[in-house]
């Protein structure tokens, strides 16, 4: 068996991985004292999370070594896979999917439960990006646009119905690798147009229609009423109360937005925060092993200890900004920005949820937030990335040498 070459793997990624790591384990260790009361064990929640951690990791060791024109193949058959489990969670009654808090995002095969919108996001971005990577003219634009467009429309259409802020994610995402790609902005601005037009439509309708007269909506969008409520209550928009009292009324709804606002604040009285170990807020905030991780973050380790981590996201971004500038493989650099601005946007989102700048999305914090398949499905993101930079180095390498042996195989010429 050849033993693998570690002499041009991706350490600035690998030392990013491993820190996010060792927050996720503290953070974690902080965050799940509800769990652990439930399970009557301080090591079985982390156990179960530490044992995706360490599938992660070897998956994102052997990843990158997988040639990316074979991760690129691969995306088109995971698609295929994702799309169909993504659109089996619309299938009334269906005995593989689990509903979770009223949302049918869940999948169970074979005893193992899992989100496809997970494995949408990745298949989606490797497929658009190669797509886009086969423009060669001008006249091509129009044509790998309308192509990468239908393919989204189709994947995102069953997520929006259990999930808008992950079809939003996506969108956005894809919006990116349209204008790395050089799509004429007449489309991409017109097709940015209508999907404002029709998301400030739908608001519209469910809002007067469903929301305000307290009438329940049914069919595959009736958890629109639970977005449009979450965005009224984020705007504290209240037909009995003004918004400065309504703001401070603890209910079911806005549980998590009160005691996340209390664990930034006591956060915020110091640089350090209240130390790990020391929250109180982690026993009243709902799922602050999840969604609302960042929170308990901010208020441990204070505006020192969340700005790094803020800090661990970007640098993934800068990253891979960094070294695509130097790629001339175009599916490899478009590849590489997807995934990059997937983990790094979708990071930014979950963080401004939990500090109160947005209504409540269920995004969770990448690699941090508790959920095997979410730690799985970023490890995966961090193999692909780290592999690309480990072909594109040792490809330089064989370019250069190619080069210097061309040079001394010239003929010497001298002038008399």
Same mark, same amino acid.
């Given at each position: 068996m050849k033993k693998p070459n570690l002499a041009n793997i991706d350490r600035t990624y690998w030392w990013l991985f491993a820190l996010l790591i060792a927050v996720a384990i503290i953070a974690l260790f902080s965050a799940s004292s509800t769990l652990v009361y439930s399970h009557h064990s301080a090591l079985g929640p982390i156990g179960q999370q530490m044992f995706f951690i360490v599938l992660g990791v070897i998956a994102a060791f @052997? &990843?990158?070594?997988? *040639?990316?024109y074979w991760v690129r193949f691969g995306g088109y058959a995971l698609l295929g896979l994702s799309t169909l489990l993504v659109y089996s969670t619309m299938i009334p009654g269906n *005995?593989? !999917?689990v509903t979770i808090n @009223? %949302? %049918?995002r869940w999948v169970r095969i074979a005893g193992i439960t899992f989100q496809p919108s997970e494995l949408a996001k990745l298949s989606l971005i490797i497929v658009v990006a190669d797509q886009l990577a086969r423009i060669k003219s001008e006249a091509d634009k129009s044509k790998y646009f309308y192509r990468t467009l239908i393919i989204a429309a189709i994947v995102m259409? #069953? &997520?929006?119905?259990?999930?808008?802020s992950t079809a939003v994610l996506i969108g956005l995402i894809i919006f990116c690798l349209w204008v790395l790609a050089r799509i004429p902005w007449k489309y991409t601005l $017109? !097709? !940015? @147009?209508? %999907?404002i037009v029709a998301l400030c439509l739908g608001y519209a309708i469910v809002e007067f229609g469903f929301v305000r007269p307290g009438r329940p909506m049914h069919g595959p969008f009736k958890r629109a009423t639970t977005w449009v409520s979450r965005i009224d209550r984020h705007l504290s928009i209240s037909n009995d109360q003004s918004p400065i009292t309504n703001k401070y009324v603890l209910t079911d709804e806005n549980i998590q937005e009160v005691y996340a606002s209390v664990a930034i604040a006591r956060g915020g009285a $110091? #640089?350090?925060g209240v130390l790990p170990g020391n929250s109180k807020e982690r026993d009243?905030? #709902?799922l602050a092993f999840a969604d609302y991780i960042f929170a308990i973050i !901010? /208020? /441990?380790s204070g505006v020192l200890g969340s700005g790094f981590v803020i800090f661990l996201y970007l640098a993934i971004l800068f990253r891979a900004c960094n070294i695509s500038s130097r790629y001339s493989d175009m599916p490899a650099m478009l590849m590489t920005m997807g995934l990059a601005l997937m983990i790094t946007c979708q990071a930014l989102i979950s963080m401004l949820v939990a500090v109160g700048l947005g209504p409540v999305t269920g995004q969770p914090l990448p690699l941090i937030s508790r959920g095997g398949t979410s730690v799985l499905i970023t490890s995966i993101y961090f193999g692909i990335l780290m592999g690309v930079s480990r072909e594109q180095t040792e490809l330089r390498e064989r370019v250069n040498l190619t080069r210097e042996e061309s040079a001394e195989d010239a003929p010497i010429v001298t002038l008399e």
């Open positions: @052997g &990843i990158q070594y997988i *040639p990316s *005995p593989l !999917v @009223g %949302a %049918a259409l #069953p &997520i929006m119905a259990s999930n808008l $017109s !097709v !940015v @147009g209508i %999907a $110091s #640089p350090l009243y905030l #709902p !901010v /208020e /441990e």
